[in-house]
């Protein structure tokens, strides 16, 4: 069974740019989340989709940052612009339901902003 | 609301020797527990659960966690770590019932000497 896919794994960009990441879910699993971990942190969610609606987006910094899940399958987080404090690893991570307890991480991108 | 506190950021052992990183929860409502561990440049892979039902949890590559809810502790083990266990640990709480929302700590960097 495949694993969850991010791209790109690496990328640095100055700061005001925009920036994109991309995630595919593990077949069939209904539920995605996208977490940030910043150096030293652990991962703090920043939205969670159950298919392709937003159950919780309570953390997402939206003047800046967005995500979509169009199809219910794979998903983009986008930052515009970006700052210096969004430089972290975007882990992915998918279950096959909200009731399911075991979450499924991708490798993650990390996002260096200069 | 739910908080981890890991003890430790940093954990150092001889290889053969006891591992232990610890792991104290705050819940209000009975809690599910979790610890991911997480190899340098990869996404987080879960190592064990606690839902409720037996105390002593037993995990992949030979860890092992138990509940102690009198402690409110989740302390990870390993009877003899092996050089291959050298990576970040992080523990996570969720709540019965709303499994999906997992707040983990600040994570323990374990480094294992020959």
């Known amino acids: 069974e495949a694993g969850v896919a991010q791209s790109p794994r690496y990328k640095i960009i100055e700061k005001r740019q925009s920036v994109a990441f991309w995630c595919n879910p593990i077949?069939?699993?209904?539920?995605l989340y996208w977490y940030q971990q910043i150096l030293g942190q652990g991962p703090k969610l920043l939205i969670q989709f159950q298919n392709n609606g937003v159950v919780d987006d309570s953390q997402l910094p939206k003047d800046r940052f967005s995500a979509e899940r169009l199809k219910g399958v794979d998903s983009t987080l986008k930052i515009q612009p970006a700052k210096l404090e969004d430089s972290a690893v975007y882990l992915c991570a998918s279950s096959l339901e909200r009731t399911e307890e075991t979450q499924y991480f991708g490798p993650g991108t990390r996002l260096l902003v200069l | 609301a739910q908080s981890v506190t890991q003890l430790g950021s940093h954990v150092s052992v001889s290889e053969g020797a006891l591992v232990l990183l610890r792991c104290n929860y705050s819940?209000?409502?009975?809690?599910?527990l979790f610890w991911y561990v997480q190899y340098p440049n990869q996404g987080l892979q879960l190592l064990l659960k606690y839902t409720s039902a037996a105390t002593l949890v037993k995990g992949i590559n030979g860890f092992e966690a138990e509940f102690k809810k009198s402690e409110t502790s989740f302390h990870l083990t390993k009877p003899s770590a092996h050089m291959s266990d050298a990576a970040e640990y992080f523990c996570?709480?969720?709540?019965?019932?709303?499994?999906?929302?997992?707040?983990f700590g600040t994570g323990t960097r374990l480094q294992v000497f020959p």
């Open positions: 077949s069939g699993h209904a539920t």
């Open positions: 996570a709480v969720s709540e019965a019932g709303n499994t999906d929302k997992l707040i």
């Open positions: 819940s209000s409502v009975p809690p599910y």
